[in-house]
Nanobody, 124 residues
Framework: QVELVESGGGVVPAGGSLRLSCVAS????????MGWFRQCPGKEREFVSS????????AYTDSVKGRFTISRDFVKNTVYLQMNSLKPEDTAVYYC?????????????????WGQGTQVTVSS
């Protein structure tokens, strides 16, 4: 069982920055990856970014490329999402997720473990 705890959400003006953190209680042996998703009221959960733990392969949804950066800290079992040049359309609840695979990381169903979510609000 992997427990995920997110932090770092908040309210920022458009153009501002936030850094989300997600601490994993443990990592399974073998393949492991972590990702960030976001969800607005009435909409499906949307892939934002992912990183494979061992190789560090990165993926981003097109709307955040060049603005968001995902990274990991091996020692702290933590994944970060640095969000710059935030836009009002980035407003959502952001969820951290973990998967014991490195395949299909853009699909929410791939992930076995989820955090509780953290609200990000970007004011115009």
């Amino acid at each position: 069982q992997v427990e995920l705890v997110e932090s770092g959400g908040g309210v920022v003006p458009a153009g501002g920055s936030l850094r989300l953190s997600c601490v994993a209680s443990s990592r399974p042996r073998g393949s492991f990856a972590m990702g960030w998703f976001r969800q607005c009221p009435g909409k499906e959960r949307e892939f934002v970014s992912s990183i494979t733990w061992n190789i560090g392969a990165l993926a981003y949804t097109d709307s955040v490329k060049g603005r968001f950066t995902i990274s990991r800290d091996f020692v702290k079992n933590t994944v970060y999402l640095q969000m710059n040049s935030l836009k009002p359309e980035d407003t959502a609840v952001y969820y951290c997720a973990a998967a014991s695979t490195t395949l299909d990381l853009r699909v929410a169903k791939t992930y076995e473990y989820w955090g509780q979510g953290t609200q990000v609000t970007v004011s115009s």
